[in-house]
């Protein structure tokens, strides 16, 4: 069982920046992926950004690709995402959410790859 608790979410302006911090409970937090997903008002969930259990391969989607930078610590049980150059339309409830692998380098896209998930902070910026 992994219990995730998002924070640092807030309201900012355009091209402000913000790292939100997911933090795990749990002694097997180095065995997941982890990921971040969004949804936004009236939209489906969406991937984000996604980093393997060893930290050393990440993804990302195309709309954040060169603006957030996703990283962990696994010392600290805490997977970092940093969002750059914000924009109104990353405006959304951002979810962190683990999920278990058997590769070390692993990266998981997909939502049904993940099987724990945290509340969600919400990120609203303003134009």
């Given at each position: ?34 990921g971040w997903f969004r949804q936004a008002p009236g939209k489906e969930r969406e ?33 970092y995402l940093q969002t750059n150059s914000l924009k109104p339309e990353d405006t ?33 910026v303003s134009s």
């Amino acid at each position: 069982q992994v219990q995730l608790v998002e924070s640092g979410g807030g309201l900012v302006q355009a091209g402000d920046s913000l790292r939100l911090s997911c933090a795990a409970s749990g002694r097997t937090f180095s065995s997941y992926a982890m990921g971040w997903f969004r949804q936004a008002p009236g939209k489906e969930r969406e991937f984000v950004a996604s980093i393997s259990m060893n930290g050393v391969k990440t993804s990302y989607a195309n709309s954040v690709k060169g603006r957030f930078t996703i990283s962990r610590d696994n010392a600290k049980n805490t997977v970092y995402l940093q969002t750059n150059s914000l924009k109104p339309e990353d405006t959304a409830v951002y979810y962190c959410a683990a999920a278990y692998t058997v590769g070390s380098y692993y990266t998981a896209s997909l939502s049904y790859e993940y099987t724990y998930w945290g509340q969600g902070t919400q990120v609203t910026v303003s134009s």
